[in-house]
């Protein structure tokens, strides 16, 4: 018996799953055997579906001047107004109504023969229950039109009652089904916490309806492998040589943003060899097709159809560009689905993702020998997200669809996050406890928010090297020069706790020397690393800030040498000197650098023109003169005068060389005459 590992290495496939798999498969139990989840019938009133019909009239009738027939009913029009008319009467509501049902659409005569079997008039005038309805709807507008329609549309229903009773009653008897997409199933085969899930999109309406025997529908579905025809011709007009076009397959066909692609694949797999030698079953595609034209407007979005309907007829090349080829792109659609009119007739099922009023108008028409229905109940939409119309995508929803899912759940570990929950739910709880877990933050005195708000003032000031603001501030509101910042236990503050910590650290030599000599800072107070201001300075120019001070304020007044750490002092002449000097040496090197890239691009520049020159000595070749310039032709002389020239430019400039020539040829000819004339 082959074991679970061996069945989940490869993955598997929904129409050839492995005998050991489909002898123990059997549905999951989802608890809806008590009809919990049976669905509910709506009665559609008639009402609902007349205002559905004025819907669909409203549609019709915008669209009533683009054609001068009405492909519902079969009727030609001598004019547009006559066919709004027709798109207002009974006949087109009835058949509007017809269509909705997936039924086909009556002519005038049998339209008439339809209202003389049914023995009512389509006003409803010998009705009970319509004479009712009339004298209730009296004196309201828009009531008379609706009241005829809806008269034979409640005839018909109530002739129709009985047998949709007949038929519904055995369907409310059967088991209700979850509106999920997937159907999950459970197999001996494999341990008890792993599951396998297969699309309900894969399985038609009537085994829908069947959810007992589901087992028993995926056994019947099951489709042996085909080997690989050798020798087998290639692609014509998109359909394939190879697998038999009789084996059961499904069309899938996605159309959106001016891109289209179709394609139709057997269910049954081919079976091939891989360089291993080892069995490998792939995809049989029958028939694929791709189409793109440029029909969305760029940057600005949607077709170029909705945007003529919405804001008028843009008349720019760009736009009767995109018309063209929204009409090109439906005309090659529509070909290529009657060309492929025998697979889909055949297909089991029809994927189809149409986004969009005009892509559904492309697939579903109406048109002349229309392919695709949306009634046809074979339809379907992809359950899972898709992406750009590629065969390369259509491919991957192939695989999505047709592959087993594979869950695993650890039971234990959901055990016992359940019981988990169950005992936190068991807990009494109150709401005095909660607050106690979560303390609130203690609510800062007016002192503290004032000190906060200096302390944030001071930073930013310093930051932008705002000296006499910096100053000022503190004259204003009688602020120590030795401030300290708050909070003092946050890293920036206990880096930088004083104005001359911040300073020194940013390297701001203006605020530094204003804090010193004017408002008599402190140089030695230590940081909460133990560091005094000079120590955090980062360049010379802060460093000289200190040793200003140190002259100007005297060796007297604070402890520069020991606690301050600040070296012997200098005069400010004598540190302007020393800036100026470092200036010079720095703008000399600046000089310096710039002189050899200078060079360096001069360099470049000579060697670039050797390059051309040896170039064109080879172009002219050994026979002609080195340095001899070619002459030119006068097709490029006129090149070069032309060069940088409007086109208006160029033509005046056509205009006055044409007439200088014909003076001249004038002017020869006078000389020629009078040379005769002479002798």
Same mark, same amino acid.
């Given at each position: 018996?082959?074991?679970?590992?061996?069945?989940?290495?490869?993955?598997?496939?929904?129409?050839?799953?492995?005998?050991?798999?489909?002898?123990?498969?059997?549905?999951?139990?989802?608890?809806?055997?008590?009809?919990?989840?049976?669905?509910?019938?709506?009665?559609?009133?008639?009402?609902?579906?007349?205002?559905?019909?004025?819907?669909?009239?409203?549609?019709?009738?915008?669209?009533?001047?683009?054609?001068?027939?009405?492909?519902?009913?079969?009727?030609?029009?001598?004019?547009?107004?006559?066919?709004?008319?027709?798109?207002?009467?009974?006949?087109?509501?009835?058949?509007?109504?017809?269509?909705?049902?997936?039924?086909?659409?009556?002519?005038?005569?049998?339209?008439?023969?339809?209202?003389?079997?049914?023995?009512?008039?389509?006003?409803?005038?010998?009705?009970?229950?319509?004479?009712?309805?009339?004298?209730?709807?009296?004196?309201?507008?828009?009531?008379?039109?609706?009241?005829?329609?809806?008269?034979?549309?409640?005839?018909?229903?109530?002739?129709?009652?009985?047998?949709?009773?007949?038929?519904? !009653?055995?369907?409310?008897?059967?088991?209700?089904?979850?509106?999920?997409?997937?159907?999950?199933?459970?197999?001996?085969?494999?341990?008890?916490?792993?599951?396998?899930?297969?699309?309900?999109?894969?399985?038609?309406?009537?085994?829908?309806?069947?959810? !007992?025997?589901?087992?028993?529908?995926?056994?019947?579905?099951?489709?042996?492998?085909?080997?690989?025809?050798?020798?087998?011709?290639?692609?014509?007009?998109?359909?394939?040589?190879?697998?038999?076009?009789?084996?059961?397959?499904?069309?899938?066909?996605?159309?959106?943003?001016?891109?289209?692609?179709?394609?139709?694949?057997?269910?049954?797999?081919?079976?091939?060899?891989?360089?291993?030698?080892?069995?490998?079953?792939?995809?049989?595609?029958?028939?694929?097709?791709?189409?793109?034209?440029?029909?969305?407007?760029?940057?600005?979005?949607?077709?170029?159809?909705?945007?003529?309907?919405?804001?008028?007829?843009?008349?720019?090349?760009?736009?009767?560009?995109?018309?063209?080829?929204?009409?090109?792109?439906?005309?090659?659609?529509?070909?290529?689905?009657?060309?492929?009119?025998?697979?889909?007739?055949?297909?089991?099922?029809?994927?189809?993702?149409?986004?969009?009023?005009?892509?559904?108008?492309?697939?579903?028409?109406?048109?002349?020998?229309?392919?695709?229905?949306?009634?046809?109940?074979?339809?379907?939409?992809?359950?899972?997200?898709?992406?750009?119309?590629?065969?390369?995508?259509?491919?991957?929803? @192939?695989?999505?669809?047709?592959?087993?899912?594979?869950?695993?759940?650890?039971?234990?570990?959901?055990?016992?996050?359940?019981?988990?929950?169950? *005992?936190?739910?068991?807990?009494?709880?109150?709401?005095?406890?909660?607050?106690?877990?979560?303390?609130?933050?203690?609510?800062?005195?007016?002192?503290?928010?004032?000190?906060?708000?200096?302390?944030?003032?001071?930073?930013?000031?310093?930051?932008?090297?705002?000296?006499?603001?910096?100053?000022?501030? @503190?004259?204003?509101?009688?602020?120590?020069?030795?401030?300290?910042?708050?909070?003092?236990?946050?890293?920036?503050?206990?880096?930088?706790?004083?104005?001359?910590?911040?300073?020194?650290?940013?390297?701001?030599?203006?605020?530094?020397?204003?804090?010193?000599?004017?408002?008599?800072?402190?140089?030695?107070?230590?940081?909460?690393?133990?560091?005094?201001?000079?120590?955090?300075?980062?360049?010379?120019?802060?460093?000289?800030?200190?040793?200003?001070?140190?002259?100007?304020?005297?060796?007297?007044?604070?402890?520069?040498?020991?606690?301050?750490?600040?070296?012997?002092?200098?005069?400010?002449?004598?540190?302007?000197?020393?800036?100026?000097?470092?200036?010079?040496?720095?703008?000399?090197?600046?000089?310096?650098?710039?002189?050899?890239?200078?060079?360096?691009?001069?360099?470049?520049?000579?060697?670039?023109?050797?390059?051309?020159?040896?170039?064109?000595?080879?172009?002219?070749?050994?026979?002609?003169?080195?340095?001899?310039?070619?002459?030119?032709?006068? *097709?490029?002389?006129?090149?070069?005068?032309?060069?940088?020239?409007?086109?208006?430019?160029?033509?005046?400039?056509?205009?006055?060389?044409?007439?200088?020539?014909?003076?001249?040829?004038?002017?020869?000819?006078?000389?020629?005459?009078?040379?005769?004339?002479?002798?």
């Amino acid at each position: 018996m082959v074991s679970a590992e061996e069945l989940l290495k490869k993955p598997l496939y929904v129409f050839d799953l492995p005998t050991e798999i489909l002898a123990t498969l059997q549905p999951k139990n989802d608890g809806a055997e008590d009809g919990s989840h049976a669905p509910v019938e709506r009665t559609v009133e008639p009402e609902a579906e007349i205002a559905r019909l004025n819907a669909l009239r409203k549609q019709e009738d915008e669209d009533a001047a683009k054609s001068a027939s009405c492909a519902l009913c079969g009727v030609d029009f001598t004019n547009v107004q006559a066919q709004r008319n027709h798109v207002k009467s009974d006949l087109h509501s009835y058949n509007l109504k017809q269509k909705m049902r997936g039924l086909r659409s009556v002519t005038e005569v049998e339209f008439e023969k339809l209202i003389g079997d049914l023995d009512e008039s389509i006003s409803g005038s010998e009705s009970d229950e319509s004479d009712d309805e009339d004298d209730n709807d009296a004196g309201q507008p828009g009531k008379s039109k609706d009241s005829t329609l809806t008269s034979l549309l409640r005839k018909q229903a109530k002739l129709s009652a009985p047998q949709d009773d007949a038929v519904s !009653a055995p369907a409310k008897a059967k088991r209700g089904l979850k509106n999920i997409p997937i159907d999950w199933f459970s197999t001996q085969t494999l341990p008890s916490n792993y599951s396998l899930g297969i699309y309900r999109a894969l399985l038609t309406n009537a085994e829908k309806d069947e959810p !007992a025997h589901i087992v028993d529908t995926i056994k019947g579905k099951q489709l042996s492998p085909k080997p690989v025809v050798k020798g087998a011709p290639g692609e014509s007009n998109g359909i394939v040589s190879g697998p038999s076009k009789d084996d059961p397959h499904i069309f899938l066909c996605m159309i959106g943003g001016g891109h289209f692609a179709a394609m139709v694949v057997s269910l049954a797999p081919k079976l091939g060899k891989k360089h291993t030698g080892a069995d490998q079953r792939e995809a049989s595609v029958l028939a694929h097709k791709t189409f793109h034209r440029y029909t969305t407007r760029r940057k600005q979005g949607g077709s170029q159809s909705a945007n003529d309907s919405s804001k008028g007829a843009a008349h720019s090349a760009g736009s009767s560009l995109r018309r063209y080829n929204e009409t090109a792109l439906i005309s090659e659609i529509r070909e290529l689905l009657a060309e492929w009119k025998p697979l889909i007739d055949t297909a089991q099922l029809l994927f189809v993702r149409a986004s969009g009023s005009t892509n559904r108008r492309t697939l579903y028409g109406p048109y002349d020998e229309q392919i695709l229905h949306h009634n046809d109940p074979r339809i379907r939409s992809f359950p899972f997200s898709t992406r750009r119309a590629t065969q390369a995508e259509l491919m991957r929803s @192939f695989v999505e669809l047709t592959r087993v899912k594979i869950s695993q759940v650890d039971e234990v570990a959901l055990a016992a996050v359940a019981a988990a929950a169950a *005992a936190e739910a068991s807990k009494p709880t109150t709401k005095a406890h909660t607050p106690a877990s979560q303390p609130s933050k203690p609510k800062l005195s007016k002192e503290e928010e004032t000190t906060l708000f200096h302390t944030s003032q001071i930073q930013s000031l310093i930051r932008r090297s705002k000296a006499p603001a910096v100053l000022t501030y @503190f004259s204003t509101h009688t602020l120590s020069p030795d401030f300290t910042f708050h909070p003092t236990d946050s890293p920036q503050n206990h880096h930088a706790p004083t104005p001359l910590h911040l300073a020194a650290s940013i390297n701001s030599p203006t605020v530094v020397l204003a804090l010193l000599t004017k408002a008599k800072g402190n140089p030695t107070l230590p940081n909460g690393d133990g560091k005094p201001p000079f120590d955090l300075a980062g360049d010379r120019a802060t460093r000289d800030a200190f040793r200003v001070a140190r002259d100007e304020l005297g060796e007297s007044h604070w402890d520069w040498g020991g606690s301050a750490h600040v070296p012997p002092g200098m005069t400010r002449t004598e540190a302007d000197k020393r800036e100026e000097r470092d200036r010079g040496a720095a703008e000399k090197a600046e000089t310096a650098r710039r002189q050899t890239e200078m060079e360096r691009l001069k360099d470049q520049d000579e060697e670039r023109r050797r390059h051309e020159a040896e170039a064109e000595r080879k172009r002219r070749g050994p026979g002609s003169t080195l340095g001899a310039l070619r002459e030119r032709t006068g *097709a490029e002389k006129r090149d070069e005068e032309a060069r940088g020239m409007t086109p208006e430019m160029r033509a005046k400039l056509e205009r006055e060389r044409r007439a200088r020539a014909a003076e001249q040829r004038i002017a020869r000819m006078q000389q020629g005459s009078g040379t005769g004339t002479g002798n």
